[in-house]
């Protein structure tokens, strides 16, 4: 039974553009993340919210950026994409501090032409 | 960095065998964390290990709990519907889970 939803499933647009992805869990977790999965698979680290503490993983490019308007929502936003940027965004959130045990939603899966 | 190395990368398996995946970490690791994705590209939690072993129906999993430097997951009597890409995650004390490249498994009748 999904509880961490994501919004859209798909996303198409084109360089430069600027586009926002939602997040909302249910599960009352305190902790939220942004996992970015490459055409490999590979799924890396992108931000972790906790408490209104932010870590944010040191490759990610300046042009994303989380918003947290309470604990149950984690949005991602692009200001300019780029070809590179063409991946599935995956939300997850864990009970309390990070690296609990994680539950994800069903990703955003982004095209950029 | 932490790496993450996960064997085999990929399994085809009878209905009704059983198999085993496995992760090792370079480093010293505080928990792992097993998924299943499916082919729609749902992650789906299957274990938390801080230490030990854990089971649920036909799946068991285990982590090191001495050096803390691997950890397994086994099916038993694998259904047609264990098909998917196994992920095994683990916490480094570095920021966010470090991941494997995944087990893609294939049951087939």
């Known amino acids: 039974e999904t509880a961490v939803f994501q919004t859209p499933n798909y996303h198409v647009t084109q360089v430069g553009n600027e586009v926002s992805f939602n997040c909302k869990q249910t599960l009352g977790h305190d902790t939220m993340y942004w996992y970015k999965q490459d055409s490999k698979k590979l799924l890396k680290i992108m931000f972790s919210?906790?408490?209104?503490?932010?870590?944010v993983n040191e490759t990610v490019p300046r042009r994303f950026s989380p918003q947290s308007s309470d604990k149950a929502h984690l949005n991602l936003r692009i200001k300019s994409v780029e070809p590179e940027d063409s991946a599935v965004y995956l939300c997850?959130?864990?009970?309390?501090?990070?690296?609990?045990?994680?539950?994800f939603g069903h990703g955003t899966k982004l095209s950029v032409l | 960095g932490d790496q993450v190395e996960q064997s085999p990368s990929a399994l085809s398996l009878h209905e009704g065998t059983d198999s085993a995946l496995r992760c090792n970490f370079t480093t010293t690791m505080r928990s792992v964390q097993w998924f299943r994705q499916n082919s729609r590209g749902s992650l789906i939690s299957l274990f938390y290990l801080a230490s030990g072993t854990k089971e649920n129906g036909r799946l068991k999993s285990a982590f090191d709990s001495k050096e803390r430097r691997y950890s397994t997951l086994h099916i038993r009597d694998a259904q047609l519907e264990d098909s998917g890409t196994y992920f095994c995650?683990?916490?480094?004390?570095?920021?966010?889970?470090?991941f494997g490249l995944g087990t893609r498994v294939s049951v087939f009748p």
């Open positions: 995650a683990a916490d480094g004390y570095a920021q966010g889970l470090t």
């Open positions: 919210y906790n408490n209104k503490q932010l870590i």
């Open positions: 997850a959130s864990s009970l309390g501090t990070y690296n609990e045990r994680l539950f």
